[in-house]
Nanobody, 124 residues
């Protein structure tokens, strides 16, 4: 069982930066691939970024490549999403998720555990 708690969301102007964090409970954090997803009002949840167990490999959706960076600190049981050059279309609830075992990091149904989400709002 893993519990995930996001923090760091808020309101930022377009072009600004924000870092959201996801703290995990338990001693097996390093055995989970971690992902970030987002859901805007009236839209389906979409994949944003993911990271492998050690952090050696990262994955991004095309719309955030070059602007967002996912990282993890296994000693702190925390995964981060650094968001730069934010755009109004990045406005959404951002949720982290933990994936154990096989499964595509791009697909939300691959993940076993989810946080409650944190709101990110980018004003124009």
């Amino acid at each position: 069982q893993v519990q995930l708690v996001e923090s760091g969301g808020g309101l930022v102007q377009a072009g600004g930066s924000l870092r959201v964090s996801c703290a995990a409970s338990g001693r097996t954090f390093s055995s989970y691939r971690m992902g970030w997803f987002r859901q805007a009002p009236g839209k389906e949840r979409e994949f944003v970024a993911a990271i492998t167990l050690s952090g050696a490999t990262t994955y991004y959706t095309d719309s955030v490549k070059g602007r967002f960076t996912i990282s993890r600190d296994n000693a702190k049981n925390t995964v981060y999403l650094q968001m730069n050059s934010l755009k109004p279309e990045d406005t959404a609830v951002y949720s982290c998720a933990a994936l154990s075992g096989v499964g595509s990091v791009y697909l939300d149904y691959s993940y076993q555990y989810w946080g409650q989400g944190t709101q990110v709002t980018v004003s124009s």
